[in-house]
């Protein structure tokens, strides 16, 4: 049974949606001062939505941009706590195995023009 969308999370339920142990998210309380979930009796903790979302911003930066917990603790500080983008698009059916040289630079190329338009606030991934 799902839980209808703002309502709080348990430590069990949001670790199980982000595939981590609880013990990393106690961790991240400690290095993350942002993130403070209700603690009821006998310390049980309750993420708010907005705890869940810092949750899944400092996952993303750790885990799959590959920052360290310093460099995403410098992250959030400067504003870079956005949610995780929502509407990224699909990787591609097709494997790099597949292409051909001229396509997987093509590939890239436009890889690249999307990155560059977003850091420069033109467009948003």
């Known amino acids: 049974m799902n839980k209808a969308d703002g309502a709080f999370l348990t430590i069990s ?3 199980a949606e982000l595939g981590l142990p609880q013990h990393i998210l ?3 309380e400690t290095r993350f001062p942002q993130l403070r979930p209700l603690q009821r009796s006998g310390n049980r903790r309750y993420y708010r939505p907005a ?3 810092l949750v899944r911003r400092i996952n993303q930066l750790l885990n799959v941009e590959g920052f360290t917990v310093r460099g995403a ?3 959030l500080a400067q504003g870079g706590g956005a949610a995780v983008p929502t509407n990224v698009a699909p990787a591609p059916e097709t494997s790099i195995q597949d292409s051909q040289p001229q396509d997987i630079l093509e590939r890239l190329q436009s890889i690249r023009a999307t990155l560059a338009r977003a850091v420069n606030g033109r467009d948003t991934l």
Request: glycine share 0%; proline share 0%; no cysteine.
């Open 51 to 53: 705890d869940v979302a």
């Open 13 to 15: 339920e949001l670790s």
């Open 73 to 75: 603790q410098k992250a």
């Open 26 to 28: 106690r961790y991240w």
